[in-house]
Nanobody, 129 residues
Framework: QLQLVESGGGLVQPGGSLRLSCAAS????????????IVWFRQAPGKERTGVSC????????HYINAAKGRFTISRDNPKNTVYLQMNSLKPEDTAVYYC??????????????????WGKGTLVTVSS
């Protein structure tokens, strides 16, 4: 069973940076990180969970919501089975619990923001002075 564990959240001042990690485990020789689209979601207090960024090995494609473009970068390290979300120029409105999720890509490029099969438990990001 695939497991996803997020880390890297914390308290940061506006304008600061954080790098979130999503470590995946439970792969087999027939099922690897390359087979998955990995998506970062976030849920701010009192709001619905929304997709933030997607990465698929298909075409090495990525996608960002408008609020993340130019500030966030998603990347993956397949040998380490880890996906990262580098977040720069953070704003108070980025405060949320950030989740990573995964779904078999089945040849799909990003964006893929629905039908996630696997979820992590989340890591809290607080942007405040």
């Amino acid at each position: 069973q695939l497991q996803l564990v997020e880390s890297g959240g914390g308290l940061v001042q506006p304008g600061g940076s954080l790098r979130l990690s999503c470590a995946a485990s439970g792969f087999t020789s027939a099922f690897t990180l390359d087979d998955l689209a990995i998506v970062w979601f976030r849920q701010a207090p009192g709001k619905e969970r929304t997709g933030v960024s997607c990465h698929s090995s298909v075409g090495n494609s990525t996608h960002y919501i408008n609020a993340a473009k130019g500030r966030f970068t998603i990347s993956r390290d397949n040998p380490k089975n880890t996906v990262y979300l580098q977040m720069n120029s953070l704003k108070p409105e980025d405060t949320a619990v950030y989740y990573c999720a995964a779904v078999p890509s089945r040849g799909r490029r990003c964006p893929v923001y629905s039908g996630m099969n696997y979820w992590g438990k989340g890591t809290l990001v607080t942007v405040s002075s």
